[in-house]
């Protein structure tokens, strides 16, 4: 089958960093994306992984290890506009544009 | 640029109605794809569309169906309504490529009495 585990809820404080992990097992594999969702809107595509390594970007870095089937997005310097969900997506060996979403993170920030 | 857009926003429907929900892709977009979200499911993959061809497909029963018409811009239905099918369905484009992102539109609420 087709799995893919993010924890559900997580907590931080504004100013730290925080790091949400993704486990996934698919039917192949050709890329990872997270996603962020704020309440009631649509989500918006923050980062994209295929190989393995860092993948930087200003606040967000993106992790992935495909041998070990996982991923994790850092955040760095947490804003209040940071408190949103996180989705940890894969695009499997059907290919083209079928993702594959978790659950999703509800990331809750603090002042 | 303008974003996906997706008409309506809002829509209510008892069971046994069909219902179309329309998506309208970021311009140079041909590939459009939709997915339905739930709080208990999360986002699960319906199909998507490419050059007015169905490229792939999900899970879901043959009630769920879609098209996509030659200015790239795609419709789904849904038939004979159930309790369950509601949820927001949303719509996403991108352009071609392999490591090239989805951008969603805000999606269509559909309940169902």
């Known amino acids: 089958g087709q799995n893919i585990d993010q924890p559900t809820e997580m907590t931080a404080t504004e100013g730290a960093i925080v790091q949400i992990n993704c486990t996934y097992q698919t039917s192949g594999f050709n890329g990872l994306f997270w996603y962020q969702q704020h309440a009631g809107e649509a989500p918006t595509f923050l980062s994209y992984?295929?190989?393995?390594g860092l993948e930087e970007k200003g606040r967000f870095s993106s992790f992935l290890s495909r041998s070990k089937g996982y991923s994790y997005l850092l955040l760095k310097e947490l804003q209040m506009k940071d408190s949103a969900s996180y989705l940890c997506a894969v695009r499997g060996s059907g290919g083209y544009n079928k993702l594959i979403f978790g659950a999703g993170t509800r990331l809750a920030v603090h002042p | 640029k303008a974003g996906v857009t997706q008409t309506p926003r809002y829509l209510i429907k008892t069971r046994g109605q069909q219902v179309t929900l329309s998506c309208s892709p970021i311009s140079g977009h041909r590939s459009v794809s939709w997915y339905q979200q739930t709080p208990g499911q999360g986002l699960q993959f319906l199909f998507e569309?490419?050059?007015?061809?169905?490229?792939n497909k999900g899970n879901f029963p043959g009630r769920f169906s879609g098209r996509q018409f030659s200015n790239s811009r795609s419709e789904m239905n849904v038939s004979t309504l159930e309790l369950g099918d509601s949820a927001l369905y949303l719509c996403?484009?991108?352009?071609?490529?392999?490591?090239?992102?989805?951008?969603f539109g805000d999606g269509t609420r559909l309940s169902i009495l």
């Open positions: 996403a484009s991108s352009p071609e490529g392999q490591n090239q992102p989805q951008h």
């Open positions: 992984n295929v190989l393995d």
């Open positions: 569309y490419f050059s007015e061809t169905q490229r």
